[in-house]
Every structure is written in C-alpha cells, then in structure tokens.
C-alpha cells in the first residue's frame, strides 16, 4: 500500500502541543516534521488497510522530512518506508511479526 502526504503547518503544531514536545527542531524556521508523527501517520493507515492493529515497529531515520514536503509513505504487511519527491528515504523499518 502506498500513499502520498503532505503534511500542513496546523497538523504539525496540533501534534507538537498535545505531545507536548519541544524539540527545538520542530520550532525553527525551516520545520522537522516529528517522527513520532511519521509513524503515527504509518500505523493508522496500516490499520486501516490491513485490518489489524500493529504490535511493535522498528524504524531507522535516514534523512529529515520538512514541513511542506511530499512524502511517499509505503508499506507491506512486514515492512515500510517514507520517501521525499526526490526519492531520498526518510525513514524504513518493519512491522513486528
């Protein structure tokens, strides 16, 4: 399954104050989107196209993803990653079994 997102300025501010997070990444000029939001994002979308509600993921960050970006999001049933539109990898991990 694979999907495209973009994630809006409101998305990102409303994540960042119910979690509480501070990370001064997600406060600068030029936005880090959170992980924990890619992630997020990731299993609520496993869960509704495979039916079944992830137990455990493990995820490598390889490269920032910026407010504003497109990202390709694509996973399986074991594994997943987060591209940009110039096809850096974001993220990848798997699923547990």
Excluded at 39 to 53: G, N, R
Aim: glycine content about 2%; hydrophobic content about 40%; overall charge positive.
């Amino acid at each position: 399954m694979n999907f495209l997102k973009k994630f809006s300025h409101q998305e990102v501010t409303s994540f960042l104050r119910l979690t509480q997070d501070e990370n001064p990444l997600h406060q600068q000029k030029l936005i880090v989107i959170p992980g924990n939001l890619l992630l997020l994002t990731l299993e609520i979308k496993y869960q509704q196209y495979f039916k079944k509600v992830p137990t455990n993921a493990t995820i490598k960050f390889c490269h920032p993803a910026y407010l504003n970006d497109y990202l390709l999001f694509e996973t399986s049933i074991n594994f997943f990653q987060i591209k940009n539109i110039q096809q850096s990898v974001i993220a990848k991990g798997s699923w547990a079994k």
